[in-house]
C-alpha cells in the first residue's frame, strides 16, 4: 500500500516561510504518478485544492496562493515540496500531499499549519 508523509508543517508568524514535504513510499510497480499536489483544509471548511504538479513539470495554483507558494516535485523519486511564503492567517490549516497514479489517487495523514497574526 502507498504511503505519502508529509513533513514541515509548524507555526509561523504572518509573513512569514515554511516549506512543506511529502514522500512516497511503498509505491510497488508505480514508476511515476500522473501528478502530486498538496491540498488543505481550515477548521469547520471543506478541504480545497492548493497547487499540483504534473509528470511534465506542468505546475498549476490556486487563485489563493498564486504568487506567494510555488510547488516542485522530484518525480523520479516521488517527492513533492511546497514552498509557501508571504503567509496570512487565512493559511492556517491542515495540510494534505495527494498523488494520482494511473489507476487512483494516494493521500497522506497531514501536517498542520499555523499562522499567527
Known amino acids: 500500500q502507498v504511503q505519502l508523509v508529509e513533513s514541515g508543517g509548524s507555526m509561523v508568524q504572518a509573513g512569514g516561510s515554511l516549506r512543506l514535504s511529502c514522500a512516497a513510499s511503498?509505491?510497488?510497480?508505480?514508476?511515476?504518478?500522473?501528478?502530486m499536489g498538496w491540498y488543505r483544509q481550515a477548521p469547520g471548511k471543506q478541504r480545497e485544492w492548493v497547487a499540483t504538479?504534473?509528470?511534465?513539470?506542468?505546475?498549476n495554483y490556486a487563485d489563493s496562493v498564486k504568487g506567494r507558494f510555488t510547488i516542485s516535485g522530484d518525480n523520479a523519486k516521488k517527492k513533492v515540496y511546497l514552498q509557501m511564503n508571504s503567509l496570512k492567517s487565512e493559511d492556517t490549516a491542515v495540510y494534505y500531499c495527494?498523488?494520482?497514479?494511473?489507476?487512483?489517487?494516494?493521500w497522506g495523514q497531514g501536517t498542520q499549519v499555523t499562522v499567527s497574526s
Open positions: 495527494k498523488a494520482t497514479s494511473k489507476y487512483r489517487d494516494y
Open positions: 511503498r509505491t510497488g510497480s508505480i514508476f511515476r504518478f500522473n501528478d
Open positions: 504538479v504534473t509528470s511534465g513539470g506542468i505546475t
